[in-house]
């Protein structure tokens, strides 16, 4: 049995909570199941040297996951050093941001979000970038609304989850259990019109056919299909 009484094709319970951190410019706490991310927002009126004088501006993200939002503390990366993972996951996360609008309908200004997870079941990274991309909707919106851009930005929305490959059948959106075990992971992030942003898969336990891979897709577009309601809120 799955966590949630979930069967294979479906998501975890899923919910977010706008203005969680409110002397942000904007933030949301997204849940998934037992997996719970913040994403706050801060807008600066600057860009990183290589952009400065093109007027375009920059979405960037930061991810990290607080001390005891796993099964066992976690010293914080500020004290060691980032890890790989992190910067992996935090690159992920800005390219994926980048795809949603055209940069130079921001100016030269910067949009930081941070990704801090709080409690730890599997799927953080998508999460985040379910989350991060609902933030972002939110601050430019807000901004606009202030008079700092002259026009709203078109913005296409997307979402991200996870899929794999678990005793042998496909399942939706993995928790940490399903995760740690399973033969094939990955992660899918896809656009309100269908389009792949980024893919992410891997072997754990054995390789894994062109049928599996297909079938893993089909679910992934099912469950962003599904989160990218969200949007409508």
């Known amino acids: 049995m799955r966590s949630h009484n979930r069967k294979n094709n479906e998501l975890r319970p899923y919910s977010i909570e706008r203005g969680f951190q409110p002397q942000a410019d904007a933030s949301?706490?997204?849940?998934?199941?037992?997996?719970?991310?913040?994403?706050?927002?801060?807008?600066?009126?600057?860009?990183?040297?290589?952009?400065?004088?093109?007027?375009?501006?920059?979405?960037?993200?930061?991810?990290?996951?607080?001390?005891?939002?796993?099964?066992?503390?976690?010293?914080?990366?500020?004290?060691?050093?980032?890890?790989?993972?992190?910067?992996?996951?935090?690159?992920?996360?800005?390219?994926?941001?980048r795809m949603m609008l055209d940069l130079r309908q921001l100016g030269e200004r910067t949009i930081r979000v941070d990704c801090d997870v709080i409690n730890a079941d599997g799927g953080t990274r998508t999460a985040a970038i379910t989350g991060a991309a609902l933030a972002v909707r939110d601050v430019l919106i807000k901004i606009q609304e202030n008079g700092e851009l002259e026009e709203m930005p078109g913005i296409m929305p997307l979402a991200a989850v996870s899929v794999g490959i678990v005793n042998n059948e496909p399942v939706l959106d993995l928790d940490y259990l399903e995760d740690s075990s399973a033969e094939v992971d990955a992660n899918f992030i896809m656009t309100v019109d269908g389009r792949w942003v980024e893919t992410q898969s891997t072997a754990e336990g054995k390789p894994f056919t062109r049928e599996q891979f297909n079938q893993l897709a089909d679910l992934a577009e099912k469950g962003i299909k599904e989160l990218l309601r969200l949007w409508q809120g």
């Not at 991310?37 to 991810?63: D, M, R």
């Not at 005891?68 to 992190?86: D, I, L, P, W, Y």
Request: with cysteine; aromatic share 6%; hydrophobic share 35%.
């Open 28 to 97: 949301i706490l997204i849940r998934m199941g037992d997996t719970h991310v913040l994403c706050s927002v801060t807008v600066e009126n600057s860009v990183p040297p290589f952009l400065k004088g093109s007027g375009q501006g920059w979405i960037t993200a930061e991810y990290g996951m607080l001390p005891c939002s796993a099964n066992s503390r976690m010293q914080r990366e500020a004290v060691k050093g980032r890890s790989g993972r992190t910067f992996e996951i935090q690159r992920l996360i800005g390219r994926s941001l």
